[in-house]
């Protein structure tokens, strides 16, 4: 079991107001496959996928964090089945408390791992999830940063740095927001521009869609490009749905 160490870089905090989630949108999941489908190949021929899986683990993340503690097994069966993925689990919760994983290879050590974690209640702690992720690929490329969240309570301006500083290292972030926080919105969609990733809201509870967008990133991270398009060939509906929104 890769045991947990903290990760650094204070993170001031502003609490934004919280606001009931709507419907998902089907526009907004297309519009973020698309900008996936854009991406230049993440991984050379015969390298695994390194990947940075970040969750907001404070409280009202909890049915999130359940719902990903069953998913995060889907993200390992695409990329096994494309050439492998390492994953690293990073989380906050609590007034200070951010720590991550060691990599993993194995779907069933993560799920074990997380199913450890209990949600707290705190602030967000985004930007130390950012550097965290910069630190990595300095050690060793990072092909994508996943991180899902429903609120922003940091100064934007200087997760945007952070964000740059990402996005010149070839690290895109792909975030996925469950409900409608606007101030959370207008952060992540910055983010995810500023790394030259994508962003994307999904209904509270919709565990298909985010599914699917995990499953998706996963492709993207261990096989590039042409292994979105492998998808298609598998049995999950969904995944096929998903390749033909790609196209």
Sequence with gaps: MPKDRPVSTPAPANPADQRPAPVSSHSDIEAFLAQVKSLEPATAAGQRGRLVFALDATMSRQPTWDTACRLQADMFAEAGAIGGLDVQLVYFRGLEECRASGWVTDARR??????????????????????????????????????????????????????????????????????????????????????????????????????????????????????????????????????????
Excluded: W
């Excluded at 050690?139 to 010149?168: F, H, N, R, S, T």
């Excluded at 998808?231 to 509906?237: A, E, G, I, V």
């Design 110 to 247: 993560l799920a074990a791992l997380m199913e450890k974690i209990d949600c707290r209640g705190g602030n967000t702690q985004i930007g130390k999830v950012l550097a965290h992720a910069r630190r990595e690929t300095e050690k060793a490329k990072v092909q994508a940063l996943v991180y899902v969240g429903d609120a922003m309570e940091e100064p934007i301006d200087e997760l945007c740095a952070k964000a740059g500083e990402l996005g010149l290292l070839g690290v895109p972030a792909f975030l996925f927001q469950e409900g409608d926080d606007e101030i959370a919105e207008q952060a992540y969609r910055e983010i995810a521009r500023l790394s030259r990733g994508a962003y994307c809201r999904f209904s509270p509870g919709a565990a298909h869609e985010l599914r699917d967008l995990l499953r998706a990133v996963a492709a993207y991270a261990a096989g590039g490009l042409k292994a979105l398009d492998d998808l298609r060939h598998r049995n999950s509906s969904g995944a096929v749905k998903l390749i033909e929104q790609l196209r």
